[in-house]
């Protein structure tokens, strides 16, 4: 046996042990966004990515991979090595697509691992002001009087903004025709016009019309009132806790990743959430900080993916 052959026996183990101890991040992370560049997820992700990047002094790249109704990115990263250097953002979409896509190819909730709920995005049921109802209460009384002569404006259907128009329908026991629109522009136009009579929204799409008078705001579907809109009471201050819902982004990684670099990237993404500049841009985009563990994440998705899927099956959405 050559001396040669003898130090690469004995320097192997020592190699190895080094690589296995090497501090995460050794290397730079990529964050797939599984929507478009300028949308709020692709924003947040790019500000949170800022803070990674100045924090632990290691390049955050975001690739955007949209497409598909949003499975493009997850299907990418459920197929990632499980290193923490491929991670996943994603929207209350990915509870959706399993209830309208039958056959996806990946296991929403198997094949990847929680790390943690980055915000959440309650939203703001407005109508036109030529509506005569001023509370979520005085609309109920107007659909059920006028049961199927009502509508609402969506971005289309399997949106957020349309399903938690259908929670307060399911909720408040009442007949509201759905318009889909190609577009949260649309939809909203649709409303500001009067050519719909309602819609629900996020916070930061509906608040320059309700600042000029165009639109008129009753209730917001999150647990709490919005710090942008404090005076805007709840739908479950209104009498209807059953419709509660709120949008949301959070971090995934590829199933399989060690659970040390699960809980550092965790810690991490909290304490940047809990940055008050962080916080003040959530808040100017309509959307709070959220936070919790890995475990109260897989509790949401999973909880998230049984509950949009009754909302849409009962209310026959589709996006075919």
């Known amino acids: 046996m050559t001396i040669t052959r003898v130090l690469t026996l004995v320097l192997l183990p020592v190699l190895a042990t080094t690589?296995?101890?090497?501090?995460?991040?050794?290397?730079?992370?990529r964050i797939v966004v599984p929507s478009s560049p300028g949308g709020g997820l692709d924003t947040v992700s790019r500000a949170m990515g800022q803070h990674l990047t100045a924090s632990w002094k290691q390049s955050v790249v975001i690739d955007n991979r949209a497409g598909a109704g949003?499975?493009?990115?997850?299907?990418?990263?459920?197929?990632?090595?499980?290193?923490g250097y491929t991670l996943l953002i994603v929207s209350a979409t990915f509870a959706v697509n399993p209830s309208v896509y039958p056959k996806l190819p990946y296991d929403s909730l198997k094949d990847f691992a929680p790390i943690v709920l980055a915000t959440t995005q309650p939203q703001v049921l407005s109508v036109h002001t030529t509506v005569p109802a001023r509370s979520i209460k005085e609309l109920v009384a107007l659909a059920?009087?006028?049961?199927?002569?009502?509508?609402?404006?969506?971005?289309?259907?399997?949106?957020?903004?349309?399903l938690a128009f259908e929670v307060f329908k399911m909720a408040a026991g009442v007949d509201i025709v759905h318009v889909p629109y190609k577009g949260a522009g649309l939809s909203m136009t649709a409303i500001v016009s009067g050519e719909t009579h309602a819609s629900t929204a996020s916070a930061v799409s509906v608040l320059p019309f309700v600042k000029s008078g165009r639109i008129r705001p009753l209730a917001t579907s999150g647990a709490r009132r919005l710090p942008a809109m404090p005076d805007l009471p709840t739908?479950?201050?209104?009498?209807?806790?059953?419709?509660?819902i709120s949008g949301w982004y959070a971090y995934l990684a590829p199933a399989g990743t060690p659970r040390?670099?699960?809980?550092?990237?965790?810690?991490?993404?909290?304490?940047?959430?809990?940055?008050?500049?962080?916080?003040?841009q959530l808040a100017r985009?309509?959307?709070?900080?959220?936070?919790?563990?890995?475990?109260?994440?897989?509790?949401?998705?999973?909880?998230?993916?049984?509950?949009?899927?009754?909302?849409?099956?009962?209310?026959?959405?589709?996006?075919?």
């Open 19 to 29: 690589a296995v101890a090497q501090p995460y991040p050794g290397k730079s992370i």
């Open 70 to 83: 949003g499975t493009i990115g997850p299907d990418l990263v459920a197929k990632a090595a499980p290193d």
């Open 144 to 162: 059920k009087a006028k049961p199927g002569q009502l509508n609402y404006a969506s971005p289309g259907a399997g949106t957020m903004s349309q």
């Open 235 to 244: 739908m479950a201050e209104q009498g209807l806790p059953g419709a509660t």
């Open 260 to 280: 040390a670099i699960i809980g550092k990237l965790n810690a991490e993404l909290r304490r940047i959430l809990d940055l008050p500049e962080m916080r003040e």
């Open 285 to 320: 985009d309509g959307s709070e900080a959220a936070g919790g563990t890995p475990e109260d994440l897989r509790r949401h998705l999973a909880s998230e993916i049984a509950r949009l899927g009754k909302v849409i099956k009962a209310s026959g959405t589709t996006t075919q």
